[in-house]
């Protein structure tokens, strides 16, 4: 089993939705939890990172922990063409503190069209 | 204040070559993770290092690739005899001393293209 597993879609929604993203890990020593975004071309992008359970918002991200059920989500609310990119999970290492070693997700790819 | 600096952007090699990929971590940053990330293939961790030490490389390939990061001057990740295979784009990441738990921010990475 993947250590850190998302759908890689493509997830394609309408401008204005809800966006939503799915992660889920094998490790159940995982503390920390990390959203990137990585639009064509160009090089990840932190954009939300999570550590307690429940939800965390960000302006119209909102990343939601469930470690029981070993799953991170992403919301993304009021969806635009501008976040249509591939979105990746990311946990420390083998249950690790450090935040440096990362395995990642193989990323979902999000089209959000007009 | 400037990000995680990595040069060249796009490098072009013929198998065979050796290809050198630079980068200056973040102002005050002495740690530097490097990650590769192949066509079709999620980003993976290849080697972490401290000024003038290899902390942990379990990422690297175990023959032809190398990485320095010496008391002055950028982290070089250097590939020998490079192959097709090695086509990819390579992310450099950085943080701050005795500290492992500021989240990475990555440079704009060098995209490797061997002929």
């Known amino acids: 089993q993947k250590e850190v597993e998302q759908n890689s879609g493509p997830l394609s929604v309408p401008e204005g939705a809800i966006a939503s993203l799915n992660c889920t890990y094998s490790?159940?020593?995982?503390?920390?939890f990390f959203w990137y975004r990585q639009y064509s071309g160009k090089s990840p992008e932190l954009i939300m990172f999570?550590?307690?359970?429940g939800d965390k918002e960000d302006g119209r991200f909102t990343a939601q922990l469930n470690k029981a059920s070993q799953y991170v989500s992403l919301l993304i609310r009021d969806s635009q063409p501008s976040d249509s990119a591939t979105y990746l999970c990311?946990?420390?290492?083998?249950?690790?503190?450090?935040?440096?070693?990362?395995?990642f997700g193989q990323g979902t790819i999000l089209t959000v069209h007009p | 204040n400037a990000g995680v600096m990595q040069n060249p952007r796009h490098l072009v090699r013929r198998r065979g070559q050796e290809a050198r990929l630079r980068c200056s971590p973040m102002?005050?940053?002495?740690?530097v993770y490097w990650y590769r990330q192949l066509p079709e293939e999620g980003l993976k961790f290849m080697v972490y290092?401290?000024?003038?030490?290899?902390?942990?490389e379990s990422g690297m390939p175990k023959e032809r690739f190398s990485a320095e990061f010496p008391k002055e001057g950028p982290s070089i990740l250097r590939i020998q005899q490079v192959v097709r295979g090695d086509s990819a784009a390579y992310f450099c990441?950085?943080?701050?001393?005795?500290?492992?738990?500021?989240?990475?921010?990555f440079g704009n990475g060098t995209r490797l293209t061997v002929t």
């Open positions: 290092l401290q000024k003038e030490n290899i902390i942990d």
């Open positions: 990441a950085s943080s701050p001393p005795a500290d492992g738990n500021s989240p990475l921010h």
């Open positions: 999570i550590y307690s359970n």
């Open positions: 102002k005050g940053h002495s740690h």
């Open positions: 490790d159940r020593g995982s503390q920390s």
């Open positions: 990311a946990i420390p290492n083998a249950g690790g503190t450090s935040y440096g070693k990362l395995t």
